[in-house]
């Protein structure tokens, strides 16, 4: 039983590149969410989905795209990296939004 | 802006000892629940607390929710140098469902 993967589990970008972060998981949980998280400022949330085709904003959605096409999967898209976007990103899933949350590794992403 | 609160930042004691982490948050909650990161990890889900409950037990963890006071307490009793750890208090909104991390406190146990 895999739980929540994240790959990669490290990258460096330039500025202006693009990239999606994968997250799958095997749960079959219906809510998923993206969050980052910079020294001294905890975990924020980015995008979330509470099933198939349905997604929204959290707190810090710009420069982020998300989709949800199916139960299992929740890409995060970066489309022009900027050094802001230096940060560690982790995908979570639950079996509904007000369950506990299941937690990826985390990918380390540095914007140059 | 986040949600949750926590108090304090720091945290260290000796091994044994009891280690008390208070959370506060600010809008209506369906639940509260409590976290903890590994250095270089991913989270890990402690206890949770829902908004009609008052006080929860998991082994050494001890949960309290003050709804009135919109805030809540981690007590870890007996504490082992294992427990060093990054702890998060997360709250669930009763109107959206997301789950909303406070920034966290930074324990360490000291053999």
């Known amino acids: 039983n895999a739980g929540v993967t994240q790959t990669p589990k490290f990258q460096v970008l330039k500025t202006g590149q693009s990239m999606t972060l994968q997250c799958a998981q095997d749960m079959n949980h219906e809510y998923m969410s993206w969050y980052r998280q910079d020294p001294g400022m905890g975990l924020r949330l980015i995008h979330y989905s509470v099933g198939a085709g349905i997604t929204d904003q959290g707190e810090v959605p710009n420069g982020y795209n998300v989709s949800r096409s199916t139960t299992e999967d929740f890409p995060l898209r970066l489309l022009s990296a900027a050094p802001s976007q230096t940060s560690v990103y982790f995908c979570?899933?639950?079996?509904?939004?007000?369950?506990?949350?299941?937690f990826g590794q985390g990918t380390r992403l540095t914007v140059v | 802006s986040q949600q949750g609160e926590e108090d304090p930042q720091a945290l260290s004691i000796q091994e044994g000892e009891n280690a008390t982490m208070n959370c506060s948050y600010k809008t209506s909650i369906n639940n509260l629940q409590w976290y903890r990161q590994n250095s270089g990890r991913g989270l890990v889900h402690l206890i949770l607390?829902?908004?009609?409950?008052r006080e929860k037990h998991s082994g050494r963890l001890r949960v309290t929710l003050d709804t009135s006071k919109k805030s809540s307490s981690l007590l870890i009793t007996a504490s082992r140098a294992a427990d060093t750890a990054s702890y998060f208090c997360?709250?669930?909104?009763?109107?959206?469902?997301?789950?909303?991390f406070g920034q966290g406190t930074t324990l360490q146990v000291k053999p």
């Open positions: 979570a899933s639950s079996r509904q939004d007000t369950t506990e949350a299941f």
């Open positions: 607390i829902r908004s009609n409950e």
């Open positions: 997360a709250t669930c909104s009763s109107n959206t469902g997301k789950l909303i």
